[in-house]
């Protein structure tokens, strides 16, 4: 087991609420236990979004179109901190300011590892400059694009298995009238508890 799969990650009811807490790599086998996790999207001056390719070593839908960054928050550990902690980690960026855009509960089994994301899913925006620098590290992240997230909707739509299943969902809060900012890169961006803002999602049969 690697150093990241054994960190732990934070159980949670269906409203986000803690229960307990688990492995990373016990959390992600099948049935899957639901847990807390982040979604970064990194959004330049023009709307547009980066996206990573995940790495082919990847436990979890390996070399598929994602989000700018994902990860866990461990046990009581802040969303922004932990956001900005995989931010450099993933690609080498700069910790930047996190606003909570939505939060997406969603299902979804990885046919290729056997692993399973069932997650609890905080997604956060951050606005860059469209020079921002990046240096992502090719043990996470075996590619980098710029899109246009409307666009990118209906790419998904037309070859879905190019992309992580959860990408489409993100997306979609990303392009919702947008919240007031509840957080800064020192802070939670919401505490724990706060319920998903719809209907869960699921795929993969469950």
């Known amino acids: 087991m690697s150093a990241r799969e054994a960190h732990q990650v934070e159980l949670v009811d269906d409203n986000g609420r803690p229960l307990g807490a688990a492995t990373v790599a016990a ?16 959004v330049d001056p023009a709307g547009r979004v980066l996206l990573q390719r995940r790495a082919a070593v990847k436990t979890r839908f390996p070399e ?3 989000n700018s960054c994902c990860g866990h928050p461990q046990p009581g550990e802040a969303l922004v901190e932990a956001a900005n902690r995989r931010l450099a980690e993933e690609l080498g960026a700069e910790p930047v300011a996190l606003t909570e855009v939505g939060v997406y509960l969603y299902y979804a089994e990885d046919p290729a590892t056997g692993r399973v994301e069932f997650e609890y899913d905080h997604v956060l925006r951050a606005d860059v400059p469209a020079d921002v620098t990046v240096r992502p590290d090719p043990d996470e992240v075996s590619e980098l694009r710029w899109t246009d997230p409307a666009g990118l909707l209906a ?10 299943p959860w990408l489409g969902g993100v997306v979609r809060r990303l392009l919702r009238p947008a919240r007031p900012a509840t957080g800064d890169p020192a802070g939670p961006v919401v505490p724990p508890g706060v319920p998903a803002d719809d209907a869960s999602e699921r795929s993969g049969g469950r």
């Open 27 to 42: 959390a992600h086998q099948a049935p899957g236990q639901l847990h807390r996790a982040f979604s970064v999207l990194l």
């Open 64 to 66: 598929r179109w994602a």
């Open 155 to 164: 790419e998904i739509d037309a070859d879905p298995r190019s992309y992580a």
